[in-house]
């Protein structure tokens, strides 16, 4: 029986806290180790959300606009965007238009800028536009200068036909040079002077 004993003892390694007793032969007619009681903790994880990457299709309140790449909760793309058609999984074929999309449009507004910057360098490289009006005494123009007459000076000058609503006049009550300025682009505006002259036979 001891002999057996000690057989199954010498297949196995035995442990009290974290030290390794031995069940060797020699100590196995010795008293057993005392015996130590531990406390074992266990705390469960909280639960994890599963997430879903989706585009939408639609302007979503608190949650962005058409176009937005976002994460939304697994059973929330399920159960109400996806049924409503507001939005679609974010694969990687959608990814890689949306991206296209974006360098297009990157470049497109690229080159409104740019020709607006052209268009801003030719108006400062001519100067000024001659707008003619009827006087009255002392060089009192009748009227006024209105931005219609600017953009048809302007596009006299340049073939470029501009928005009158985009001209930036002063007040320009007498015959005289006055400085103006038009928006060509929200970062770009265009300055240039507008000569008041005389109307002939007036």
């Known amino acids: 029986m001891d002999a057996l004993g000690l057989k199954i003892h010498s ?3 035995c442990y009290v806290g974290m030290r ?3 069940m060797s032969a020699s100590s196995a007619t010795q008293a057993p180790p005392q015996r130590h009681r531990c406390n074992l903790a266990i705390q ?3 639960k994890v ?4 990457q989706v585009v939408l299709k639609q302007d979503v309140q608190n949650l962005g606009i058409k176009g937005d790449i976002t994460m939304v909760p697994l059973g929330f793309y399920r159960n109400y965007l996806k ?6 999984p974010a694969t990687e074929g959608i990814l890689m238009n949306i991206e296209k999309d974006r360098q297009r449009g ?3 507004a690229s080159d409104i800028k740019n020709k607006a910057k052209a268009m801003a360098v030719a108006l400062q490289t001519i100067g000024k536009f001659v707008v ?4 009255g005494e002392n060089d009192k123009i009748f009227g006024s200068v209105t931005p219609a007459e600017i953009v048809d000076a302007i596009f006299q000058q340049t073939g470029r036909q501009l928005d009158r609503k985009d001209v930036e006049l002063p007040d320009m009550p007498s015959l005289g040079t006055y400085q103006a300025s ?3 682009h929200p970062e770009v505006t265009g300055s240039f002077n507008v000569v008041v002259q005389r109307e002939k036979n007036a």
Do not use: G, M, S
């Open 11 to 13: 297949h196995f390694q």
């Open 20 to 22: 390794r007793v031995d």
């Open 44 to 46: 469960a994880n909280k």
């Open 49 to 52: 959300v599963k997430k879903q």
């Open 83 to 88: 049924p409503r058609n507001i939005a679609d």
């Open 106 to 108: 990157e470049k497109a």
């Open 132 to 135: 003619k009006k009827k006087v």
């Open 182 to 184: 038009i928006k060509l």
